[in-house]
């Protein structure tokens, strides 16, 4: 959650790494996810356009292998590249409960998809290391860095992709389960302020938008929550958070140690947020802050140091920015604009031959836990989010100065606001079309995967995660599908 690397979120876990590039570099206050989940999001990173035009709908649905990254064309320019960890944008990680639930999201039916949110402390007061894979790979970059980087003549770029902050596997809830457990240790859990943790506010189930409770059901989140569970489910994130800024820290001494610090930009981000009981619902894959606000810092040389930006930008600005550090002539058709110009106070003009990077910045969710295609614009103060057609189902509008935790949908009371910002998204994308071809993909899909099962379909969908609903009246929900199809 990009809100924890700048005041007053930081106040609620300890991240020194994070403090010292702030201190070094720049922070971004309002950085942006094109899509709030993990492979339309780095999908959307790694090639520079907007979720629509790689048309990367779900976790299984990312770019084409072949797609020419970033990374790919500063290797062609002679740099050394190295990647280690998550990457995930041609396909992520997935079951084939998630494509389902992603592809029938428009059938008229409500299952729990996920495990319901709960946390488990592990090891002891001084263990470390809880997530081991991303431990294993940042200890590789670590070696990278003071084995190969530190000989290298050429310049080199290396990509580290972490898995962490993320909830863990949740096996209690059957054989297709997913990541719905906060796992830590005590020594991470020690670095939390359990006294600034907020407890967020929820509207009753009644008042809830259509789609969130419609997210908030199917993420098992409708039940009881004391306010107990919540704080430690809030307190167990930000423990994650702790672990994953140490990594960070691991690789800000490799570079120190090997006398790389002063002549290596370094760029922190994420590919989403996480809403940790915020809006009754822990996980991303929705608009609000938690999920679709990332943290983003820079540092490095010509990097101008303890700056706040406060534009807002998106990852999709990652490409151009990429290209502009490596002085490599930046594609006219990527969706973002290099970052360069607000890093390094340039005047926007001598930068980019595509003009001034735009006041707003786009993200767009097609997949699984959202009956709808969403759309969301941020400029100013406003956050605009619109779904599937436009008409069918109501917008939101919050202004986020006045209402920073987006408790109050102001959409009928600023009617000409949310006109004309519909308007400049529609000059954008045209939306209503996008989400016609997002249902007509799903509803193909899932024709495909049925006729792939033949006779076995039936016992097949019933014990995908859904399986507690599911199994209490099959006939119900194959007939709700049958009457989608």
């Not at 672990?243 to 790389?260: F, N, Q």
């Not at 935790?405 to 954008?428: C, G, Q, W, Y």
Request: charged share 20%; glycine share 6%; net charge neutral.
């Amino acid at each position: 959650d990009g809100r924890l690397t700048f005041f007053p979120g930081n106040q609620t876990v300890n991240l020194p790494s994070i403090n010292f590039m702030k201190r070094h570099g720049t922070v971004f206050l309002n950085a942006y996810t094109n899509s709030p989940i993990c492979c339309p999001s780095r999908a959307a990173m790694w090639s520079g356009l907007f979720t629509h035009l790689t048309e990367s709908w779900n976790n299984f649905k990312g770019l084409d292998p072949d797609y020419v990254t970033w990374m790919d064309l500063m290797e062609k320019h002679g740099y050394r590249a190295q990647k280690f960890g998550k990457l995930d944008f041609t396909s992520g990680h997935h079951s084939v409960s998630n494509r389902v639930e992603a592809w029938t999201r428009d059938v008229n039916f409500l299952l729990r998809q996920e495990g319901r949110p709960m946390v488990k402390l592990t090891g002891h007061r001084k263990q470390r290391r809880v997530m081991e894979t991303d431990w294993r790979n940042t200890d590789k970059a670590v070696n990278w860095i003071k084995e190969e980087a530190v000989n290298f003549t050429q310049p080199f770029i290396l990509y580290l992709g972490l898995n962490l902050p993320h909830p863990y596997p949740s096996p209690y809830a059957g054989e297709n389960f997913g990541s719905s457990t906060f796992l830590t240790s005590p020594y991470w859990l020690e670095k939390v302020n359990y006294e600034a943790i907020k407890i967020p506010k929820w509207s009753s189930l009644s008042e809830m938008h259509p789609v969130d409770y419609y997210s908030s059901y199917t993420k098992n989140c409708t039940g009881q929550f004391s306010k107990e569970e919540v704080r430690n489910i809030r307190a167990f994130y930000y423990a994650m958070c702790a672990e994953t800024d140490a990594m960070l820290g691991e690789i800000i001494s490799a570079l120190r140690d090997t006398g790389l610090l002063g002549k290596t930009i370094i760029i922190f981000t994420a590919d989403h947020g996480e809403l940790a009981m915020e809006h009754r619902q822990f996980y991303k894959m929705s608009m609000y802050e938690g999920s679709s606000h990332v943290p983003l810092l820079v540092m490095g040389p010509g990097v101008r140091q303890q700056q706040q930006i406060p534009n807002v930008v998106s990852l999709v600005d990652i490409y151009p920015t990429m290209l502009d550090i490596a002085r490599i002539p930046v594609p006219q058709n990527l969706s973002g604009h290099s970052l360069v110009p607000l890093l390094c106070e340039k005047a926007e003009s001598e930068a980019s031959p595509r003009g001034p990077r735009p006041p707003w910045v786009l993200s767009e969710f097609h997949g699984c836990n959202v009956n709808s295609s969403v759309y969301m614009l941020r400029t100013g103060r406003w956050k605009y989010i619109t779904y599937s057609d436009g008409s069918s189902v109501q917008p939101q509008l919050f202004d986020l100065t006045a209402d920073p935790d987006e408790l109050t949908n102001v959409a009928i009371k600023f009617p000409v606001t949310v006109h004309s910002l519909d308007k400049v998204l529609r000059s954008i994308v045209n939306y209503p079309k996008v989400s016609s071809s997002v249902q007509e993909y799903n509803k193909q899909q899932f024709i495909s995967w049925k006729e792939s099962l033949g006779r076995n379909y039936s016992s097949v969908i019933a014990n995908l995660r859904w399986h507690q609903d599911w199994l209490k009246d099959q006939k119900k929900y194959e007939n709700a599908i049958d009457e989608w199809l």
